[in-house]
């Protein structure tokens, strides 16, 4: 953003502050009539309308200039395969829609402040992407019915601010019954972090294929990281270094698998001769892996379009059929699971 455009967006969110004073409304009263939302009272909509017009203000959809709706996608960060492929999901289906999409991060802008900036932007929403939201967060989202969608929140939301997510649960019971059916036994699990809903229901379906097949579940050869290439690779060092070292191991993202890879490499293992290895995620980087990854593979460009409806939707008034919408995973077969040596 250059010096002359945050300027103007000062410029408009102050003036946009000046009319909800004025007008004895909130700043989202004030944004809701811009957006021409349909949850504002008559008589109001007709006084803010009035400020409007006496100010000078124009909606950026308005200007012959201007470029076409906006929403914003704001992150954790901007680095690793997953954040990368949901970026490009939110990007493509928003161009099918004619809408620009604005991308930030939680790193040095807090979400109460993207907040504020979806306002002072005009922009139609906001997806936020694996964050915590805080509860002042939550209660403004729901009190000021602001539009917004979270994509794999890290905490259940309030049952008013639709989520967005897939099969996790499913999706890994159905990893670990593929390395069972191969004839593993003895599978390992570099899980995500507890707090982390994903990451909790990845960790729940591997102990329950594991029950289903009668394995009992041994905390030895699990162990749970961030999502994180680094941290998985110690992970899988100290896991590949026990007692009874797997013969199999369930990563919970593609970047922690291949952590696992490279920890396999140095303790001289193959894989898949002496180590199989099943991802979550199939990203980009799963069929570049060597060998490739076989993954439980997430819809990313469907993650990005549902993002995006949702969050239109609920701009104009319509909110979604559910709080939770969950999409279905599918399993990819590569080169990076076979069966245990001893079987065939």
Same mark, same amino acid.
């Given at each position: 953003m250059?010096?002359?455009?945050?300027?103007?967006l000062?410029?408009q969110?102050?003036?946009l502050?000046?009319?909800?004073?004025?007008a004895?409304?909130?700043?989202?009263?004030?944004?809701?009539?811009?957006?021409?939302?349909?949850?504002?009272?008559?008589?109001t909509?007709?006084?803010?309308?009035?400020?409007?017009?006496?100010?000078?203000?124009?909606?950026?959809?308005?200007?012959?200039?201007a470029?076409?709706?906006?929403?914003?996608?704001?992150?954790?960060?901007?680095?690793?395969?997953?954040?990368?492929?949901v970026?490009?999901?939110?990007v493509?289906?928003?161009?099918?829609?004619g809408v620009?999409v604005?991308?930030?991060t939680?790193?040095?802008?807090?979400?109460?402040?993207?907040?504020?900036?979806?306002?002072?932007?005009?922009?139609?929403?906001?997806?936020?992407?694996?964050?915590?939201?805080a509860e002042?967060?939550q209660?403004?989202?729901?009190?000021?019915?602001?539009?917004?969608?979270?994509?794999?929140?890290?905490?259940?939301?309030?049952?008013?601010?639709?989520?967005?997510?897939?099969?996790?649960?499913?999706?890994?019971?159905?990893?670990?019954?593929?390395?069972?059916?191969?004839?593993?036994?003895?599978?390992?699990m570099?899980?995500?972090?507890?707090?982390s $809903? +994903? *990451?909790?229901?990845? !960790?729940h %379906?591997? #102990?329950?294929?594991?029950?289903?097949?009668?394995?009992?579940?041994?905390? &030895?050869i699990?162990?749970?990281?961030?999502f994180?290439?680094?941290?998985?690779? $110690? +992970? *899988?060092?100290?896991? !590949?270094? %026990?007692? #009874?070292?797997?013969?199999?191991?369930?990563?919970?993202?593609?970047?922690? &698998?291949?952590?696992?890879?490279?920890?396999?490499?140095?303790?001289?293992?193959?894989?898949?001769?002496?180590?199989?290895v099943?991802?979550f995620?199939d990203?980009?980087?799963?069929?570049?892996?060597?060998?490739?990854?076989?993954?439980v593979?997430?819809?990313?460009?469907?993650?990005?379009?549902?993002a995006?409806?949702?969050?239109?939707?609920?701009?104009?008034?319509?909110?979604p059929?559910?709080?939770?919408?969950?999409l279905?995973?599918?399993?990819?077969?590569?080169?990076?699971t076979?069966?245990?040596?001893?079987?065939?």
């Amino acid at each position: 953003m250059t010096v002359q455009d945050k300027g103007q967006l000062d410029a408009q969110y102050g003036l946009l502050t000046s009319i909800a004073q004025e007008a004895g409304v909130s700043l989202s009263t004030v944004s809701k009539v811009v957006h021409r939302r349909r949850d504002v009272g008559a008589k109001t909509r007709s006084r803010v309308e009035e400020l409007l017009g006496r100010y000078g203000y124009v909606r950026s959809w308005d200007q012959e200039s201007a470029a076409s709706r906006q929403i914003i996608a704001v992150f954790r960060d901007l680095s690793g395969p997953y954040t990368l492929e949901v970026v490009r999901g939110i990007v493509d289906a928003a161009g099918e829609l004619g809408v620009d999409v604005v991308t930030g991060t939680t790193s040095r802008r807090s979400i109460s402040q993207w907040l504020e900036e979806c306002l002072a932007l005009g922009a139609a929403g906001l997806i936020i992407v694996i964050s915590m939201l805080a509860e002042d967060d939550q209660r403004r989202i729901v009190e000021q019915r602001l539009p917004v969608v979270l994509v794999d929140p890290l905490s259940a939301p309030s049952a008013d601010i639709p989520s967005i997510g897939v099969t996790n649960w499913s999706g890994a019971r159905e990893a670990v019954q593929h390395l069972l059916g191969l004839g593993h036994t003895r599978i390992a699990m570099v899980a995500g972090r507890s707090h982390s $809903l +994903a *990451g909790a229901a990845r !960790l729940h %379906g591997y #102990r329950a294929a594991l029950e289903e097949a009668g394995i009992g579940y041994d905390p &030895a050869i699990v162990s749970s990281t961030d999502f994180d290439y680094d941290e998985a690779l $110690l +992970a *899988g060092l100290k896991i !590949l270094r %026990g007692e #009874r070292p797997p013969t199999a191991v369930f990563a919970a993202s593609d970047a922690q &698998a291949l952590g696992v890879l490279e920890a396999a490499r140095q303790r001289g293992l193959r894989v898949p001769d002496d180590l199989a290895v099943m991802s979550f995620d199939d990203t980009l980087v799963a069929a570049m892996a060597s060998p490739p990854l076989s993954a439980v593979r997430q819809p990313f460009e469907e993650l990005g379009r549902e993002a995006t409806r949702v969050l239109l939707s609920a701009a104009e008034g319509r909110p979604p059929a559910s709080p939770r919408i969950e999409l279905a995973t599918e399993l990819i077969l590569r080169a990076s699971t076979a069966a245990p040596r001893d079987l065939r």
